[in-house]
């Protein structure tokens, strides 16, 4: 089976969140945006066929699926019922330190160096090295650990899942 991919439209930024969080490669139009797209719909619409258009705007739903392209229209503005309808497409939350939450890009061990870096600027006094295993965005400098974030993350995935 082939992975889904996606891209998320202007309103389903916790979504988008979500999906990466769960191992999917997932872009968001709000990221992309300002760099190179200007419109964003005509962004969403032209390119990137590989993905599957998540949208909460019909009208673009529409356009989507009229150019026979992969696109899920999301009626929900609540999150957990948007993960819901997800779940239709076959997609399964639940979390892998896969991808960086924030901005898509996968997540690799840190070197000693790196942890101590992100440990001293986030103010970390806890040495988390020692207690934890550690997954590293070199884009954003971020780390990642199955501390009590990724417990309440846990918590709500498997209400979504039951
Ligand atoms: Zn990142």
Redesign the pocket.
């Known amino acids: 089976m082939v992975e889904m991919k996606f891209i998320c439209d202007r309103m389903l930024g916790k979504l988008a969140t979500w999906l990466r969080i769960s191992g999917y490669d997932t872009l968001y139009i709000g990221d992309v945006v300002g760099e190179k797209v200007q419109d964003e719909d005509n962004y969403m619409l032209e390119n990137l066929h590989d993905r599957i258009l998540l949208t909460k705007d019909r009208e673009l739903y529409r356009k989507a699926k009229k150019s026979g392209r992969k696109a899920f229209y999301i009626s929900s503005n609540d999150v957990a019922e948007q993960l819901k309808e997800v779940k239709k497409l076959g997609v399964v939350f639940q979390p892998v330190m896969d991808r960086?939450s924030?901005?898509n890009?996968p997540l690799r061990k840190p070197s000693n160096e790196e942890a101590v870096k992100v440990m001293k600027r986030e103010g970390i006094s806890e040495d988390l090295t020692e207690r934890y295993e550690l997954w590293y965005?070199e884009?954003?400098r971020?780390l990642y650990w199955m501390g009590g974030h990724w417990r309440n993350m846990v918590r709500f995935l498997r209400k979504i899942e039951e």
């Open positions: 960086c924030v901005c890009t965005c884009k954003c971020k």
